[in-house]
């Protein structure tokens, strides 16, 4: 698997494609998508740069803690690299 | 006498007559029609042009994504261009998708694959026509990432706890076809016949595909 990466805990508002449940949580890139225009600007017509998408594979223990009801299944999600932030790989 | 007419209010089939939609205009329903009607006053789009992309997508469905699931599992060359680049192989069978940026994901002995949009209602759309009124609630949005499993089973699917889970949620640009596995006992099937056994649910991993002579 690749990278570790963690999803920031930041909660601006408006639009944005980053789903709540996965703020501050810690995955693994499955693999890189290219780039795509921003929609945090596209979504208010504004000039729209473009940022690499990534998706990214959490456990189910990483999300729901002692709650989940499969630790070891996943959910995978695109996630944009203004959200990510590189982790040094586990030993 | 509280009965006299117990089924006025029943069509001959016996069901409650639908009510007319009399009720007012919600802000967003008001706000299409200004944008349409401000689009076509403007010369942007024409009505005719309006309806006419209204029929392509209510000409989409799920046969379009049986047929690539088909041709999937009978040419495994085929199989592993989907892998690659769903979009480019849907293209490849004559499937007019658009812009859409497909991914397909394959359920195999060890995974089984579920598509959802947490955010919204992301769908591939361009490939198998509009979603299934449950994909777009809340109920099945917020449940699909936390105890995806109960959701499965209520779809009348008890996956073994040896088989790995991934839950796929279209945060954003990509959409998802979950390649479900070849059903036993259809060596003998052509394309077209395993086609038949491809459900629209099987290609969102709500389900698995019919079995043949079922």
């Not at chain 2, 088909?70 to 499937?95: H, I, N, T, Y």
């Not at chain 2, 105890?147 to 088989?163: A, H, K, Y």
Request: proline share 9%; hydrophobic share 40%.
């Amino acid at each position: 698997m690749g990278e570790r990466v963690r999803v920031k805990a930041m909660m601006p508002p408006g639009h944005v494609r980053a789903p709540a449940y996965l703020r501050g949580k810690t995955g693994e890139i499955e693999r890189s998508l290219g780039a795509f225009k921003n929609p945090e600007q596209l979504a208010y017509a504004l000039p729209a740069s473009h940022k690499n998408l990534y998706r990214v594979r959490f456990t189910m223990a990483e999300l729901w803690g002692a709650a989940a009801e499969t630790p070891q299944d996943v959910v995978e999600a695109e996630i944009y690299e203004h959200w990510l932030e590189r982790l040094p790989n586990a030993p | 006498m509280p009965h006299d007419h117990p089924h006025d209010h029943l069509s001959p089939s016996g069901h409650p007559f639908r009510t007319d939609n009399d009720t007012p205009l919600s802000y967003f329903q008001t706000m299409e029609i200004a944008v349409r009607e401000l689009l076509i006053e403007k010369g942007v789009l024409t009505p005719a042009e309006i309806a006419t992309q209204i029929e392509v997508m209510d000409g989409r469905s799920p046969a379009n994504g049986a047929a690539v699931v088909a041709r999937a599992w009978s040419d495994p060359a085929f199989k592993a261009r989907l892998l690659e680049d769903a979009g480019a192989a849907s293209r490849e069978m004559g499937f007019d998708i658009g812009p859409l940026n497909l991914i397909a994901v394959e359920n195999t002995a060890e995974t089984h694959n579920l598509v959802v949009c947490t955010l919204c209602s992301c769908y591939p759309r361009n490939l198998l026509g509009l979603p299934p009124d449950w994909y777009k609630t809340r109920a099945y949005r917020s449940r699909a990432v936390k105890e995806p499993r109960s959701v499965l089973r209520e779809f009348g699917l008890d996956l073994p706890e040896s088989t790995q889970l991934r839950v796929h949620d279209s945060t954003a640009d990509m959409r998802y076809i979950v390649l479900p596995a070849r059903p036993e006992g259809t060596s003998d099937m052509d394309e077209s016949e395993l086609a038949k056994l491809v459900t629209r649910d099987a290609m969102i991993g709500a389900g698995l595909p019919r079995a043949p002579g079922g």
